[in-house]
Nanobody
Framework: QSQIMESGGGLVQPGGSLRLSCAASSEFDLGYYAVGWFRQAPGKEREGVAWISNSGNSIKLANSGEGRFTILRDNPGGPVYLQMNNLQPEDTAVYYC?????????????????WGLGTQVTVAS
């Protein structure tokens, strides 16, 4: 079982919205970690979607989410959210939360310390 867990996935119609949450287990302090969201669609490689630093002061969004997705954390130890608006069928994927002490390691998606198990997002009419 992972120390970080995603929730909030589901089925939504095109143009709809979803809010994904990434939370840590009770024994784990997410506050020291930068957190990112990645996704993997069937037959495609995993890709990064959005990243936020441990302080919340640095945010990066992939082009795929610009203008539609927002990543936020209310406080350092609390959940990290991915707000997704105007969802389209091409956003259908399993969405993963990831965390690492290194901002650049997290952005690369390689050798990241922590991964959640994923939550399915399906956009269909």
């Amino acid at each position: 079982q992972s120390q970080i867990m995603e929730s909030g996935g589901g089925l939504v119609q095109p143009g709809g919205s979803l809010r994904l949450s990434c939370a840590a287990s009770s024994e784990f302090d997410l506050g020291y970690y930068a957190v990112g969201w990645f996704r993997q669609a069937p037959g495609k490689e995993r890709e990064g979607v959005a990243w936020i630093s441990n302080s919340g002061n640095s945010i990066k969004l992939a082009n795929s989410g610009e203008g539609r997705f927002t990543i936020l954390r209310d406080n350092p130890g609390g959940p990290v959210y991915l707000q997704m608006n105007n969802l389209q069928p091409e956003d259908t994927a399993v969405y993963y939360c990831a965390a690492d002490l290194s901002w650049w390691t997290l952005i690369s998606g390689k050798n990241v310390e922590l991964w959640g198990l994923g939550t399915q997002v399906t956009v269909a009419s």
